[in-house]
């Protein structure tokens, strides 16, 4: 009996009673899961490539890679969602598990499990607004780590000699500033860092400027703020970075952001909140009349405790002068005045001996050390050593001129007593047949021998004819056969 799954589904099985007939070739296609998984996601994505959802975060989880991944749940069902970490950077609150948000993105399949998922490109709260969540948020976790404890706030300067400023140069903010430190205190020393204080990149700049202005050397206090404007607007001082550059600052730190009714994170983690830009230029410095004031009610009140003071004391001495025990008292007093004062003259003039006696001390080493001057002493030594470097220069160009003439003399007797100088004046040197022995006496030979006879250029080979002694005469003929 054949399986059911072996047959098509479109065809049935043939009554027994009669033949089958003939039927048309059916195809099958078979789908790996891979080709229908794919075909599902196509479908999918092109069905649904931008769809709205809402629900309740939960198992928000932010990878090492930087994505987010989430679910999103209602009542009775869930579903899977994923962001990549570029559409993460641009939200203006941290998802977080419980909070009710919609979302936009499209639906697709995760392939290797086979599960569809919400791809989000955007999030926003449900009800309240995305940039009041990260402002609370935000709000909540530096209140944490205690950036907005009274304790850590610094009292501003009572003058300051220089003001820092980060702000717009476009902005009214920095006019009113100037304006209002003009007219209190126009010797102020004004140090202005631009930084842009809307848009993107802002709160980096304005961070930046708070870094810069606070290395600089001198500032004593720093004005950060901007004109009014919108939540958005503003939004650059409710930002992290922002806050974290006015907490190291190492100076204090006034925040002039917008309105009156204005709060910013930058408010909370300042030392000083001002409500305008010109509010703080006002809270930077004091009035000249006030401060002039100030210095006047104190210079009254040390006068006039210094009087009091002086006629208490006065008071005391006739109450005490007046006592009969202290009747002499004046007297013993200019007795010792007057002692002290002998005393003070044997002392100065004690000191003024000393102080001769050690001036005369030295002077004196400072005579024996200008005569051991090393200087001088090192130019006479450099001296000795010229004098002493031509004089064996010269002597020893003596010797080696005698020492020249010596030894042209000893070659010019070397020479005179050379046998080849003997033989260059026309004598000859004989010798016998092999040339081991030189013939000095004529009857060393005898004829018919050969003699060999070495000239100043060149030698002869000779053959003996005769031969004969100078003391038995003159020489015998004697002829020479090479």
Known sequence: MSDLFDLPFEEEEPEPEAPPAPAPAAVRRVLSVTELTVKVRDLLEAELFEVWVEGELSNCRVWN????????????????????RSALRSLKFKPTDGTRVVARGKISVYEPKGEYQ???????????GALQLAFEQLKKRLQA???????????LPALPRKIGIVTSLDGAAIRDIINVLRRR?????????????????????VAQGLRQIGRVPGVDVVIVGRGGGS??????????????AIAKSPVPVIAAVGHETDVTIADFVADVRAPTPSAAAELVVSRKDEFFGRIDRLSDRLRAAARGRVQRLSRRVHVADSRPAFAGQPGRVAMRGRHA?????????????????RDRRLHQLERQLTTFDAGRRLAAIRTRLVTSDGRMRSAATRRQDRARAQFQETAGRLDTLSPLAVLGRGYAVAWNADKTRVLRDGSAVAPGDTVHVTLARGELECEVHSSADRTQGPPGTQSEKP
């Open 341 to 357: 004062a002998e005393l003070t003259h044997a002392l100065a003039r004690l000191v003024r001996a000393s102080l001769a006696t």
């Open 231 to 244: 939540i958005e607007d503003l939004w650059a001082f409710n930002e992290e970075i922002v806050a974290r």
């Open 185 to 205: 205190y126009a010797n102020a020393h004004l140090v202005i860092r631009p930084a842009r204080v809307q848009g993107e990149g802002a709160a980096i700049e």
């Open 118 to 128: 919400l791809v989000c490109e955007h999030l926003e709260p449900q009800g309240l």
């Open 65 to 84: 890679t930087g994505h987010l991944y989430f679910t999103l749940k209602d009542e009775s069902t869930q579903l899977r969602g994923f962001m990549f």
């Open 145 to 155: 780590e205690g950036l907005f404890d009274g304790a850590r706030k610094r009292p």
